[in-house]
Structures are given as C-alpha cells and as structure tokens.
C-alpha cells in the first residue's frame, strides 16, 4: 500500500452537520453510481477516489445496483479501499443503499426486511467492509408496510451493520411518517437522500422544511443534472460523454439535451462567466447556499472534473440580483 493522501486534506474542505446529529458531512461528496461500474477502467476510478480523500472528501455514496453490472460499483470501491484506503477507514463515512431491483424473485427489490436484510450482507461482502455509516432505502414501497421497512433500517443499525439511516427518493408526507417512525424506535433518521440541482427544485416545495424540523440532513444527488449543468454540451454532444454512453440504468441520454435546456444552460454559463466560475462550479455553489443541505454528492468521470468542481467552495454567495436573474431563466 503505498498512497499516502496528503497531510493538508482537511484544510479546504467545509463540514457541515447533517441535521441535528453528531456527524459532519464534506460539503462536497463522492458518488459512485457512473463512472466506477465494470464496464469502466479500474485506474480511473481509483485515482478519482484517491484523489477525492486527498482533497478532505471524506464521504462516499453507493447503493446495491450501481455499476453497470448491478454490484459492480461496490466491487470497485472494495478493491481500491484494499489497495489504498482502508488505513483511513474511520476518516470515512461509507454509505449504501436498496430498493432497487437486484435479483430475480418476490425478495430481490423494493422495501421488506427480507430483501434490505439480504441486499445489505450481499454489499459488505462486495465492498469488503463489517459496517456502513449510513444504509438509505432507495425508494419508497407502494406496497410492503411502512413499519416493516422502517423496523429493517432500525434492526440493521442494532445488528450493527449500519451506523445511522436514511431515506431516498421519498417525498415530503412519506418523509414525515418514516421519520416519525424512526424516531420511535430510537433510530433517528439522520439524512434524506434527494435529486436537487438548478433544474430540479421540487425539494424547495416542503421536503426542506420538513427536514429541517425533524433534525435530519439533505444530501443532494445529480447536483448538475447529470452534466447538463455545465458547458459540454454546448457544441454538440462529446464521445466520452454520459449522454453518449449508453450506459442506461437511468443514466442521461441525448434525447433529454433539448433545445429549450440548451438555451437556458446558454444564459446560466453567461451568468457563471460574470461570477468567474465555471457553470459547473456556480451549479453546485447555488445548491450549497441552502444552509440545510448538508452535502452535495459529486459525480466525475475523470479527475480533472473534480479539481474544477471543488473550486466551487471558493464562491458560495449569491446577490440577490444573480439569483433573481438565474429564476428567470428557470422559470
Ligand atoms: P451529476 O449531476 O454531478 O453528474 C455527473 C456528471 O457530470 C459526470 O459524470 C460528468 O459527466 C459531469 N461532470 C461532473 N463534474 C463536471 C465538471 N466539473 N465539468 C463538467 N462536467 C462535469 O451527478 P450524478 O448524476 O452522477 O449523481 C451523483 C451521485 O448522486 C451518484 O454517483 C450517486 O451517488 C447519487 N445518486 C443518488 C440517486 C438516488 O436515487 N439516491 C440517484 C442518482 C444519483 P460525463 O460523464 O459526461 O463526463
């Protein structure tokens, strides 16, 4: 094992308390939901996570079916923590997730204590790990008793398999059921796991307020709409693009790079050139002004997007004429 990640990593990252809880979270994360499947070259991967640790991220999100192949992700993240990280595993917060369909049958999906139980076990062993620091259910459960999957997250913190719990994808009433169940168990929700970005603000509409008065934390995912939200795809669409990929398993695709979303990325990055950053840059320093977002969840397909993305932390006001005018061409 021969990295060794700088002794100035904490020195320009923010920490921000996740809700009302003991755990400090990067204001910046790394996800692995692209980019680190199977499909992907094992060297960059590698380096984007050195390098993220390097800089004081020290939180790292996966879920069961990231990759392509399903797995593969978290397969990934177990052989670099072998070859480079797992000296600094308390300097890590871990996450993973299920709800998503995994494997064939009534238990490979969704939210009973069957299926989160199993898909967890199945997670440690990919990753190599005894325990994650926070395990989500992915989606809510039109089906199986809310109860039954909050009773899971609950029994896997007391089985010692997770340290905290979290929600994704629910929206704000669901949300204030979970957490209240939670919370009677003696479990408490720590954070909500949302889609947030300049394109998508659907948590601006109760989900944040509900948060904030439970005590939990919002992480944002898909912080530049997939890429979107920078300015790639303003002369057309590159080779090495998501867009172009192919990737599937939700991953953006052409047919959503349409001539309206262009226009306004068009406007944005004037307005991100005047700021002096990147549109990339002012995307995630435009979510990070909410004090109630705990952290923004990264993804990159290559280092250098991350160098450019981190420089976000060094811009995080708005006037109130910027924000008035980036609404306007939301709206
Ligand atoms: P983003 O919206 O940030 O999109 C990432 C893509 O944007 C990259 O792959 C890259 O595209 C491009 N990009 C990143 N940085 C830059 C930059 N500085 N300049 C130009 N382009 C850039 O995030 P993701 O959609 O990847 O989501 C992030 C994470 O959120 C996931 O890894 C996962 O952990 C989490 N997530 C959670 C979900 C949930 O249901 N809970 C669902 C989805 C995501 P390119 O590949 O084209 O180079």
């Known amino acids: 094992m021969d990295f060794l ?3 100035q990593r904490y020195d320009s990252m923010e920490y921000r308390r996740c809700g009302k809880s003991g755990l400090k979270l990067p204001a910046l994360s790394l996800g692995l939901w692209h980019n680190f499947g199977g499909i992907d070259h094992y ?7 050195k390098l993220a640790f390097d800089k004081g991220i020290t939180h790292f999100d996966l879920a069961n079916n ?54 967890l076990d199945q997670s ?20 199986t008793p809310l109860e039954e999957t909050m009773a899971a997250l609950d029994l896997i913190v007391r089985q010692g398999k997770a340290l905290y719990v979290g929600i994704s994808n629910y929206n704000a009433t669901e949300t204030e059921k979970a957490v209240e169940m939670l919370r009677a ?10 889609k947030y970005s300049m394109f998508e603000r659907w948590v601006e509409g109760g989900l944040l307020d509900v948060l904030e008065q ?27 693009s998501r867009a172009a990929s192919g990737r599937g398993n939700g991953a953006l695709e052409s047919g959503r790079i349409t ?8 406007q944005l990055n004037e307005i991100a050139q005047q700021r002096g950053q990147s549109l990339a ?18 993804g990159v397909s290559k280092p250098e997007q991350l160098t450019d993305s981190l420089k976000c932390l060094e811009n995080k006001e708005f006037s109130t004429e910027e924000l008035q005018k980036i609404n306007q061409i939301l709206d």
């Open 214 to 240: 439970n005590g939990a934390g919002c992480v944002a995912f898909s912080p530049l709409a997939q890429g979107l939200l920078s300015d790639k795809y303003l002369k057309g669409i590159p080779a090495d």
């Open 259 to 266: 001539e309206g979303k262009l226009k306004q990325v068009l």
């Open 43 to 49: 060297e960059n991967a590698r380096n984007i996570l």
């Open 185 to 194: 168990m003696g479990t408490p929700c720590l954070v909500h796991q949302a």
């Open 66 to 119: 990231y990759g392509p192949p399903a797995g593969s992700a978290e397969e990934t993240f177990g052989r670099a923590l072998k070859q480079d990280l797992l000296p600094y595993r308390d300097e890590m917060v871990v996450t993973t997730k299920a709800g998503y369909h995994m494997w064939q049958g009534p238990y490979g999906e969704w939210g009973s204590k069957k299926y989160l139980v199993s898909s």
């Open 281 to 298: 840059q002012m995307a995630l320093s435009w979510i990070l002004k909410d004090p109630r977002i705990t952290s923004v969840i990264l």
């Open 5 to 7: 990640p700088s002794p």
């Open 124 to 143: 440690l062993k990919r990753m190599g790990l005894d325990y994650v620091d926070v395990f989500y259910h992915h989606r809510p459960d039109p089906e």
